[in-house]
């Protein structure tokens, strides 16, 4: 979406925000930046960042997690447009300087952009002057609504959404999208059923046509994408409760079946016994 190195300093910037303790695509994932070794790796998993691995210590580890503290601010404060966000957003700017460089721009040819300086060459503050500086230009081009939380049932994953339309929603983590289209198939075809079940009843009374939205709003609703995980989740929950008692129904019913089976043979026992005892008195 941007020139390269933006685009790629923006899902770093995600990337520290998921190493945070939190539900990731329906499980628990632990905080992944707890020692000096997990940083060394986490930094060294991300080369084309240039970050300096001479000395990581603690005091770097714990400068570091409070950035990933900052960033989750951010992340949760978007778009960034009050004057609070700006604040916070120039504290890890501060004393961030910017020096013009050639890079790869967003179709790949060679262009002139802004590369920042850090404050100092410690992996805490290049980390700080990279993510920083990438936010800004993201505030700058009124984008800072790409800086996003999955939209998955049970997951908190940070995403940055780099595609032309905006269409990005859920994480890579695991399953999210098809978790959330499954879901809103269900609702689909539930809103379906009841519009199937609606048309075979007569027709409601006057108020309560007034006070209960049609089926056919309803499917307009779950339409809404502002609204569909939402509403989704609300269909299926009430469908598996549906289900429950259906299928706890179905089980009393066989349960009353069998009952009046074993009390039938029963009777049917009692008979043939009377029947045997009769035929052995008559035997006599
Ligand atoms: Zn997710």
Redesign the pocket.
Known sequence: MFHADLNRTLVVAADLLNTSEGA??GSPSPDELTTVESLRSFVGEREAQQWPVGRLDRAQLERVLALRDTLHAIWSATPLDAEKDLTTLNGLLEGVGFTLTTGEGDGGDSEVHAAPVPVSRELADVMTAQIAYALSQLVILDESARLRT???ED???K?VDLTRNRSKL?????N??NRAHVRAYRARKAAEREAARRSDKSAPADEERLAKPSAKDKAAQLDEPTSESAVAAKEFRSRMRDELMDSRAKQDKKKDKKKKKKKADKKKDGKKKDGKKSEKKSSK
């Open positions: 990731r695509s999955c939209r998955g997951c908190e994953a995403i859920f994480c890579d983590f695991g999210c999208a």
